[in-house]
């Protein structure tokens, strides 16, 4: 069987472990801050952990596929449990569920129940797994992140990590990380009503009216954290990358890294805004956004900053922000008449 054991498990070294299965592209699979897969016997009273010695590390790969194969004949139970915005979360429980994090086709059929192509899963607590449909990170992150953190910090039971998992057909494309101390508490400022999106024409106003004040917080996050000060133009958008990449390497938890995204959002949004002449709007179909005037021809377009952000802290380089000033500022002038923003 396999036993997941937390990040800085004292016997990590001296035991047969094998290497966290995420996506290379989005996370390092070696990162310390990924919990262990320890492999072992389950025994009718305890585990049994395997040595690290030549002889089973060469068995890994068939050890490994062995253990997957004993955990899919478990039954797993599964309880639904409403979350804010209409969605639901799963909440699965059996002695060594945390395993379906590994377990691709485990994860399809979670992806399945949830009706969704992207899912958040979470493995606090040994004996939980938890999972809610995840099109929506910036929306969801946080409450997400709240259930997962207490769950966690609950005294009952061996905890493995506060730590949540992307999950797109059934393989993990990212991690949101369990600490965020090195950004500092500055964070807090953005705490009360904490960047979302909104419902209602008056939510959206709101926080609309909001956005400035978000953007100027990322502003001085960017001096205190990374030492580079931002300018409301194009080209201060080529150090949000490094600030991305630093997140990357498990140094921001998994509620800061919504709020963050929606701080940066606020910031490329209104850098965009004040530049190329935008204007903010809400709609019960887009949300929060950004519409601008082609100089070529007086037609309007759109863009959605907050999207961009967020599909950039959550799926990777594909949606890169350092040129993304220059692509709108091209649909603003009329040389690129078509693409999406």
């Known amino acids: ?103 691709a086709a485990f994860l399809v059929k979670v ?21 809610m449909k995840c099109d929506s990170p910036e929306r969801l992150g946080p409450a997400f992140a709240k259930f997962v953190g207490a769950v966690y910090d609950d005294k009952d039971g061996e905890s493995i990590t506060p730590m949540f998992f992307v999950v797109r057909d059934g393989k993990i494309v990212g991690a949101a990380a369990q600490d965020f101390r090195d950004l500092g508490a500055s964070t807090a400022a953005a705490d009360e009503g904490t960047p979302g999106f909104a419902s209602t024409p008056a939510e959206g106003a709101d926080f609309i009216a909001k956005i400035p004040g978000y953007a100027g917080v990322f502003a001085d996050l960017m001096l205190e954290t990374m030492g580079v000060r931002v300018e409301y133009d194009g ?23 919504s709020r963050m995204g929606t701080l940066m959002g606020a910031y490329v949004g209104e850098t965009l805004r004040r530049e190329l002449d935008g204007t903010w709007q809400w709609s019960s179909e887009h949300d929060v956004h950004l519409t601008f005037t082609r100089l070529s021809d007086g037609t309007n377009f759109t863009v959605f900053p907050f999207e961009k952000v967020a599909k950039r802290l959550y799926e990777g380089r594909k949606h890169e922000l350092a040129n993304y000033f220059e692509a709108v500022a091209e649909l603003a002038s009329g040389s690129s008449p078509t693409g999406e923003a």
């Open 111 to 131: 992806q399945k129940k949830l009706h969704a192509p992207m899912i958040a899963v979470g493995i606090p607590k040994q004996g939980i797994l938890v999972a």
């Open 235 to 257: 080209p201060s958008f080529r150090h949000l990358e490094p600030l991305i990449e630093k997140l990357g390497r498990g140094t921001l938890g998994a509620e800061s890294r």
């Open 1 to 103: 069987m396999i036993c997941i054991k937390p990040p800085r498990w004292s016997l990590r070294d001296r035991v047969l472990t094998a290497t966290f299965p995420v996506d290379p592209s989005h996370a390092d699979p070696a990162d310390p801050d990924f919990p262990v897969i320890v492999i072992g016997i389950d025994s009718p009273r305890t585990f049994q952990f395997l040595p690290r010695d030549e002889q089973h590390l060469s068995e890994l790969p068939a050890l490994y596929r062995e253990a997957l194969s004993n955990w899919r004949r478990r039954k797993v139970q599964w309880e639904s449990r409403p979350m804010p915005f209409g969605y639901s979360m799963l909440i699965c429980r059996d002695e060594y569920v945390t395993t379906g994090i590994l377990d």
